[in-house]
């Protein structure tokens, strides 16, 4: 079946460092990918997304690209800020399910100053 | 509306009780999913409706759960005989077509706190 595996948190970072959040996926076909952003006290808000292989996707300073030889889609950002502190859920749509997506477990971000 | 709207956004209930979560699309999306967020886990797909066709219904946990959408808007999710392990949030999401990758609109969700 599908799936999706996301590093493990919280991570912790200190304000303008490097952020990357692994994610890998098992699925038959040719999935899309998505990250999905929750901040505290807020419900889940698409990130950014990519729907083929050696697609990027990017949003406010975020990135991923869809990397199909090695099943991955970590996502970047450059130089991270406090408000980035969330949680972070990696999600495939597989080809021919309805658009229904599988979730990764999600990987809580928190930058300190 | 502007967005994905959920009722009640807490609820507190007795074990052995019903209770009916209410989920109100954005206007002009065909397709209602809705998943649950239990604590330290992912999210887990419930059912999926899209259009008139038939909901996929393979996510829900147990024949106790169960799930409607009148004229292809708000849908309902009923949870009957509530137990401890219900407790979760419950969002909701939708979508413009079923069949293409936009992305979901989530709710805000329900937490469900069975007592």
């Known amino acids: 079946g599908n799936s999706v595996t996301q590093m493990e948190g919280p991570v912790t970072l200190s304000e303008e460092a490097f952020l990357t959040i692994n994610c890998t996926y098992t699925a038959t076909g040719y999935p899309s990918l998505f990250w999905y952003v929750q901040y505290p006290g807020e419900g889940l808000q698409l990130l950014l997304k990519a729907t083929k292989a050696d697609d990027k996707g990017s949003n406010k300073g975020f990135e991923a690209t869809y990397r199909k030889e090695t099943t991955s889609f970590h996502l970047e950002k450059g130089s991270v800020q406090v408000s980035d502190s969330a949680v972070y859920f990696c999600?495939?749509?597989?080809?021919?399910?309805?658009?229904?997506?599988?979730f990764g477990t999600g990987t809580q971000l928190k930058v300190e100053l | 509306g502007a967005g994905v709207s959920q009722s009640p956004s807490n609820k507190v209930t007795e074990k052995g009780k019903d209770v009916e979560l209410r989920c109100d699309p954005i206007?002009?999306?065909?397709?209602l999913y809705w998943y649950r967020q239990s604590l330290g886990q992912g999210l887990e797909f419930l059912i999926y409706f899209q259009g008139n066709s038939a909901p996929d219904k393979s996510g829900l946990p147990s024949d106790r759960f169960s799930a409607e959408r009148t004229g292809g808007s708000v849908s309902t999710l009923t949870i009957q005989r509530t137990q401890q392990e219900d407790s979760a949030v419950y969002l909701c999401?939708?979508?413009?077509?079923?069949?293409?990758?936009?992305?979901?609109?989530f709710g805000s969700g329900t937490r469900l706190t069975v007592v």
């Open positions: 206007s002009g999306h065909t397709a």
């Open positions: 999401a939708s979508s413009l077509d079923g069949g293409q990758p936009y992305g979901y609109t």
């Open positions: 999600a495939l749509s597989a080809t021919g399910g309805g658009n229904k997506l599988t």
